[in-house]
């Protein structure tokens, strides 16, 4: 049986299979709805938008720059750009749906764009007109009900210029399907990934990583006052911030330890550390994997009784050559008993990668960093993969995301369950944690209420 919803967009079809839980029209959201709306995109709009820091040239930077105030003044080894840091950009999709609903989703790029096999930089400026081209045509007039079927084919979408669009865009536009999926069924972003991919959503917050960016000192504070479960990144991304024999990232981590102790309230806090070091002790020790094992040791009891993780401790190359290298370390740490854990970033970029990344067993965690993992179904699908097969996930990302993609990310981690998740975007973690843990807490208590 088939009936009709006249809304103030127009007229939507229903296909009827039962009936709202509480038996009226008015129970749309708050009860169970068990019809399926079909909504279709009648408008699409493509917006110019900054991200939340900015992107930088890795490779210029890991050579040794020393910043002059907030910018690097040399020339970027980036052909792209024309700065070693340059303003991140965005695009926000924006999607009107046939009843007046909007759904939105922000295409947005890494901070280390075009490095570690990534994408090359996403200027917003360049891409719109591409976009307006190749994406508008084939998202007017599709039907919303579906989240799995529209992300595949935007996700694989191929031209005649490019054999996928860039990462950013597949990112943004499957963002704004998975929204207007949730706006079609009256339901949380949540419910919609649980629903599709057979998953439960959690009704407790996940752990919340925070970064503190350059500001390493003062932000540490911050994340202690607000109890952040995860910190502190550190943005250890060039040699001199580890020091000739590893002494400068020894001392910060005695400090970061000292100072948990000395500002918490109670021994009930106690987060863990968890550092990114962006290679830069390959390049200290010499990729001699016995030297960085022996230093990883001596961190391990400088932050003790804090549990240790290192992020990407050496950078191979290559694909194949980092999972050899950290695995490698990973085998030398068991061996001695030294129980830091390696957590996989650069080379661990799309859902194969990921993949492969966990098949070899070469970390304790790996990063799913969503914006270089193209369609956010692949997120999706990634953190459940990586569950599995018996990694901890990191739902990640970075500072150059948005709003809107924090916040979506945010719902997709409720339904999936990774091990945590990063607050994003900007690098002064008041912003990001504050939209991250927010965002968690709002969907629990509305689901939560709901279910009352």
Same mark, same amino acid.
């Given at each position: 049986? !088939?009936?009709?919803?006249?809304?103030d967009?127009?007229?939507?079809?229903?296909?009827?299979?039962?009936?709202?839980?509480?038996?009226?029209? #008015?129970?749309?959201?708050?009860g169970?709805?068990?019809a /399926?709306?079909?909504?279709?995109?009648?408008?699409?709009?493509?917006?110019?938008?900054?991200?939340?820091?900015?992107?930088?040239?890795?490779?210029?930077?890991?050579?040794?720059?020393?910043?002059?105030?907030?910018?690097?003044k040399?020339?970027?080894?980036?052909?792209?750009?024309?700065?070693?840091?340059?303003? $991140?950009?965005?695009?926000?999709?924006?999607?009107?749906?046939?009843?007046?609903? %909007?759904a939105?989703?922000?295409?947005?790029?890494?901070?280390?764009?075009?490095?570690?096999?990534?994408?090359?930089?996403?200027?917003?400026?360049?891409?719109i007109?591409?976009?307006?081209?190749? *994406?508008?045509?084939?998202?007017?007039?599709?039907d919303c009900?579906?989240?799995?079927? !529209?992300?595949?084919?935007?996700?694989?979408?191929?031209?005649?210029?490019?054999?996928?669009a860039?990462?950013?865009?597949r990112?943004?536009?499957?963002q704004?399907?998975?929204?207007?999926?949730?706006?079609?069924?009256?339901?949380?972003?949540?419910?919609?990934?649980? !629903? #599709?991919y057979?998953?439960a959503?959690?009704?407790?917050?996940?752990?919340?990583?925070?970064?503190?960016?350059?500001n390493?000192?003062? +932000?540490?504070?911050k994340?202690?006052?607000?109890?952040?479960?995860?910190?502190?990144?550190?943005? *250890? +991304?060039?040699?001199?911030?580890?020091?000739?024999?590893?002494?400068?990232?020894?001392?910060?981590?005695?400090?970061?330890?000292?100072?948990?102790?000395d500002?918490?309230?109670? /021994?009930?806090?106690?987060?863990?550390?968890?550092? =990114?070091?962006?290679?830069?002790?390959?390049?200290?020790?010499?990729?001699?994997?016995?030297? %960085?094992?022996?230093?990883?040791?001596?961190? /391990?009891?400088?932050?003790?009784?804090?549990?240790?993780?290192?992020?990407a401790?050496? =950078?191979?190359?290559?694909?194949?050559?980092?999972?050899?290298?950290?695995g490698?370390?990973r085998?030398?740490?068991?061996k001695?008993g030294?129980?830091?854990?390696?957590? $996989?970033? #650069?080379?661990? +970029?799309?859902? /194969?990668?990921?993949?492969?990344?966990? @098949? +070899?067993?070469c970390?304790?965690?790996?990063?799913?960093?969503?914006?270089?993992?193209?369609?956010? !179904?692949?997120?999706?699908?990634?953190?459940?993969?990586?569950? &599995? $097969?018996?990694?901890? &996930?990191?739902?990640?990302?970075?500072c150059? @995301?948005?709003?809107i993609?924090?916040?979506?990310c945010?719902?997709?981690?409720l339904?999936?369950?990774?091990?945590?998740?990063?607050?994003?975007?900007?690098?002064?973690?008041?912003?990001?944690?504050?939209?991250?843990?927010? @965002?968690?807490?709002?969907?629990i208590?509305?689901?939560?209420?709901?279910?009352?």
């Amino acid at each position: 049986m !088939n009936s009709t919803i006249q809304t103030d967009g127009g007229v939507s079809q229903v296909a009827q299979k039962g009936i709202y839980e509480s038996g009226s029209v #008015e129970a749309v959201g708050l009860g169970r709805w068990e019809a /399926e709306v079909i909504l279709k995109v009648k408008q699409v709009i493509f917006a110019k938008g900054y991200g939340g820091f900015f992107f930088d040239d890795q490779a210029a930077i890991r050579a040794g720059l020393v910043p002059d105030g907030f910018v690097y003044k040399a020339t970027p080894r980036d052909p792209s750009t024309k700065r070693v840091r340059a303003p $991140a950009e965005a695009v926000s999709v924006i999607l009107i749906l046939e009843d007046g609903q %909007i759904a939105i989703g922000d295409c947005c790029a890494v901070q280390y764009s075009g490095a570690g096999g990534r994408d090359p930089l996403f200027q917003a400026s360049g891409f719109i007109s591409w976009m307006e081209e190749h *994406i508008k045509p084939k998202l007017l007039g599709i039907d919303c009900s579906s989240f799995k079927a !529209n992300a595949r084919i935007f996700d694989s979408l191929a031209t005649p210029e490019r054999s996928v669009a860039h990462t950013a865009i597949r990112y943004g536009v499957t963002q704004a399907l998975l929204d207007a999926t949730a706006k079609t069924e009256h339901r949380t972003i949540a419910e919609v990934v649980a !629903n #599709e991919y057979d998953t439960a959503v959690s009704h407790k917050p996940i752990r919340v990583f925070a970064q503190s960016g350059d500001n390493r000192y003062d +932000n540490v504070d911050k994340m202690i006052l607000k109890g952040v479960d995860v910190l502190p990144h550190g943005l *250890i +991304n060039s040699p001199d911030k580890v020091g000739p024999v590893g002494e400068k990232f020894k001392e910060y981590v005695v400090w970061v330890r000292k100072r948990i102790v000395d500002l918490r309230i109670d /021994e009930s806090y106690s987060p863990e550390l968890h550092f =990114d070091v962006y290679g830069t002790l390959g390049i200290v020790f010499n990729n001699d994997d016995p030297r %960085i094992v022996d230093y990883l040791g001596v961190l /391990e009891k400088t932050a003790a009784p804090f549990q240790l993780r290192i992020e990407a401790p050496v =950078d191979a190359g290559s694909r194949e050559g980092q999972v050899e290298a950290l695995g490698e370390i990973r085998r030398l740490l068991l061996k001695k008993g030294i129980r830091v854990e390696i957590v $996989a970033d #650069e080379w661990c +970029n799309t859902l /194969e990668d990921i993949r492969f990344f966990a @098949e +070899n067993s070469c970390a304790d965690m790996l990063q799913i960093k969503p914006p270089d993992l193209g369609g956010i !179904n692949n997120t999706i699908e990634a953190v459940i993969l990586c569950k &599995a $097969a018996g990694v901890k &996930a990191y739902q990640g990302g970075s500072c150059t @995301e948005t709003d809107i993609s924090a916040r979506i990310c945010t719902q997709v981690s409720l339904a999936t369950q990774p091990y945590q998740i990063l607050a994003k975007p900007g690098m002064g973690v008041d912003e990001g944690f504050m939209i991250v843990q927010n @965002e968690l807490e709002r969907t629990i208590q509305r689901l939560d209420k709901a279910a009352d």
